[in-house]
């Protein structure tokens, strides 16, 4: 990975955690390949580091999908083929969708401001080009939204669900010009839910889901 360097990481974070960022980062450009094996030395070796804490940073990439282990070999960046994608797109289409109808009556006018700050931090991510942090913001974003229905089994599933798929299509979109005005949508998520328009919110979330999945169908172009 040419250029890769964990000094360009935000600081303040452990180095298990700025090397998940790089490679998060690797993986969201295309330069670690879905479906190709990187060994923790010679990752190590390009961060200017020990592999032990490659290792411990893969470890937790493994549990959000982006990565398996390749026993005596490394990781291998995830591979995800339409049918998976089709089949996320309509869970999440079942899941997402009515509970965001239905905390949208139910989240504090005194949280409204919050939300605003997430789904502004998602835009702004997108305006720099940084899809690392782009994709941490629309996590947290979403997660917190869900997180209102008191479900953290759902919670847990749409995180999980989201892990597996997050990365795709995005750098096509940035190359594009058309991220920032994508990611600007969240704030017309906070307008609905400010205003409690619970059926607006649903119908918002059914369009995005299906703009993300179409946003994955282009990711091989």
């Known amino acids: 990975m040419s250029g ?30 879905p479906g190709t094996v990187y ?3 010679a990752l190590g070796t390009r961060f200017g580091i020990s592999p032990t804490p490659v290792r411990e940073a893969m470890l937790d990439l493994i549990k959000e999908g982006l990565v398996t282990a390749a026993p005596n070999k490394g990781f291998r960046v995830t591979e995800m083929s339409d049918k998976d994608l089709d089949d996320i797109t309509k869970l999440r289409q079942l899941i997402e969708p009515p509970i965001v109808r239905e905390v949208t009556t139910q ?86 839910i400010e205003q409690r328009k619970a059926e607006e919110a649903e119908a918002f979330m059914h369009r995005h889901i299906d703009q993300v999945r179409g946003i994955w169908a282009g990711r091989k172009g």
């Not at 690392?132 to 599933?157: C, K, M, P, Q």
Request: aromatic share 4%; hydrophobic share 45%; charged share 25%.
């Open 39 to 41: 060994s923790a030395p």
């Open 107 to 192: 989240i504090p006018e005194e949280d409204i401001p919050h939300l605003r700050t997430l789904a502004t931090n998602i835009r702004d991510w997108a305006e720099k080009g940084n899809l690392a942090e782009y994709t941490e913001a629309d996590r947290l974003f979403h997660l917190t939204i869900l997180e209102y229905s008191g479900n953290s089994r759902l919670v847990d599933l749409i995180s999980e669900l989201r892990a597996h798929t997050r990365l795709f299509g995005l750098m096509p979109l940035l190359e594009q010009g058309r991220l920032a005005a994508s990611a600007a949508e969240h704030l017309e998520l906070v307008d609905l």
């Open 4 to 33: 890769s360097s964990i000094a360009t990481i935000a600081p303040k974070v452990s180095l298990r955690e700025t090397v998940a960022r790089a490679v998060r980062a690797a993986i969201i450009s295309g330069e670690m390949v």
